[in-house]
């Protein structure tokens, strides 16, 4: 067997960037699945806002995965879709009760 690429074993040591977000989002599935869509919905976005803002803000070694592409890349992305997410949860209309 072939062991890992040193740049591999780099981002492996410092995952808690990517586990801080991916327990924000496993924490927004869970809600939505309660029946509540919009408060989810806005966990979701803010999960995704807060991957963006750690990979803004951390250097290269302790983003870990969250440094998949150019640094402006990753951030333009991930806080454009955050916001995206947000604008759509906010102007989507309240269902009223039947």
């Known amino acids: 067997m072939t062991s890992p690429s040193p740049a591999y074993r780099e981002h492996m ?3 808690w960037a990517l586990l801080v ?12 699945m309660t029946g509540h869509w919009r408060k989810g919905s806005m966990a979701f976005a803010v999960a995704v806002l ?22 402006w890349i990753d951030c333009v992305i991930l806080l454009g879709l955050g916001i995206l997410i947000a604008t ?9 009760p039947a």
Not at 65 to 70: E, N
Not at 88 to 96: E, K, N, W, Y
Request: hydrophobic share 55%; net charge positive; proline share 7%.
């Open 50 to 71: 807060v991957a963006g803002i750690l990979r803004l803000v951390l250097p290269e070694r302790w983003a870990g995965l969250l440094a998949v592409r150019a640094k």
């Open 88 to 96: 759509l949860v906010m102007f989507v209309p309240h269902s009223r």
């Open 13 to 15: 040591r410092s995952p």
């Open 21 to 32: 977000c991916l327990l924000g989002l496993a924490g927004s599935v869970g809600i939505m």
